[in-house]
Nanobody
């Protein structure tokens, strides 16, 4: 059974940093492409970053230079390091795993506010 559990969200001031984690179980993690998505209130869900099994990464333009996606295959965990956070980064952040279908975690709330 595939499970994805996100953690690390919270309230942070503009300009601050957070690190999100997504722990995966029930998958052969090292071969799986993983994403981070986010959904802000009243908006469509949007792709934030992708990390492939070989370690290559892709980023949405709105986070380039501020966010970094990484993975630790020994811990079956993918991370999203978020720096220089802005109020518009406020959203629920989800991780996904690409298997026979795409699996989603339950999400973690990130709120950027002074």
């Amino acid at each position: 059974q595939v499970q994805l559990v996100e953690s690390g969200g919270g309230l942070v001031q503009p300009g601050g940093s957070l690190r999100l984690s997504c722990a995966a179980s029930g998958v052969f993690f090292r071969v799986v492409t993983m994403d981070w998505y986010r959904q802000a209130p009243g908006k469509e869900r949007e792709l934030v970053a992708t990390i492939f099994s070989g370690g290559n990464t892709n980023y949405a333009d709105f986070v380039k230079g501020r966010f970094t996606i990484s993975r630790d295959n020994t811990k079956n965990t993918v991370y999203l390091h978020m720096n220089s956070l802005k109020p518009e980064d406020t959203a629920v952040y989800y991780c996904t795993a690409h298997l026979s279908r795409v699996y989603w975690g339950q999400g973690t709330q990130v709120t950027v506010s002074s």
